[in-house]
């Protein structure tokens, strides 16, 4: 593996993905977010509501030949004829190093951050912001009210800790699996673009 990856987690509303797509623009990387990592998931066939239960914690079983068309989800504790739990994860992770192991690239969340922790080089990030700062990106991305952004940002960051939780067993704020940690309401997007690259750059060189 000789060349970079730069993994980027975010909270929704710190516009992580407007500036990892900056990023990989300025670098000439490959550029995968969320959409693009979940439409080859799909393609791999594994439905996205599949995917959304398994990493909300919840076991998938099925019986027959015919793979994910009879499909129940049950709870943790129940007895199962066939456990689908672990091969959903299992195809997210290796999709993750397909990507990375192609190509230097800009990967957008899927707690890409901890599934390619044995990955050199590479550089994790991740990028925050105050609640208010937040609360006003949602309003105007989305045209909606301050409530409903509020709203919006609370439902998200919830599903996006049980998704990391399910694939890391790690809190999604763990510093341990990243390597800076920014506020980009400090020089938005295109200042914190540049300073990302800077980093890059130097890492990529070491």
């Not at 609360?135 to 599903?159: F, P, Y």
Request: charged residues 30%.
């Amino acid at each position: 593996m000789s060349h970079l990856v730069i993994t980027i987690g975010c909270e929704y509303g710190a516009k992580g993905n407007q500036i990892g797509r900056k990023i990989a623009e300025d670098l000439g990387f490959q550029f995968y977010d969320r959409n693009i990592v979940d439409a080859i998931i799909h393609e791999v066939g594994i439905p996205g509501e599949i995917m959304e239960k398994v990493e909300e914690g919840v076991t998938i079983v099925g019986k027959g030949a015919e793979g994910w068309l009879e499909i129940v989800i049950v709870q943790r504790n129940r007895k199962n004829r066939w456990n689908f739990t672990k091969r959903a994860i299992h195809v997210q992770k290796t999709i993750i190093r397909k990507l990375s192991d192609r190509e230097s690239c800009v990967i957008i969340g899927r707690s890409a951050d901890y599934i390619l922790k044995e990955h050199k080089p590479i550089l994790r990030v991740f990028i925050y912001s105050p609640d208010e700062v937040r609360i006003k990106n949602v309003m105007e991305s989305h045209k909606v009210s301050e409530k409903e952004a509020k709203q919006i940002i609370l439902e998200t960051d919830k599903r996006y800790h049980k998704r990391h939780m399910a694939l890391t067993g790690s809190n999604r704020g763990d510093r341990h699996n990243r390597d800076i940690l920014i506020d980009s309401s400090l020089l938005g997007v295109d200042g914190t673009a540049r300073l990302i690259e800077t980093l890059a750059k130097q890492v990529e060189k070491q």
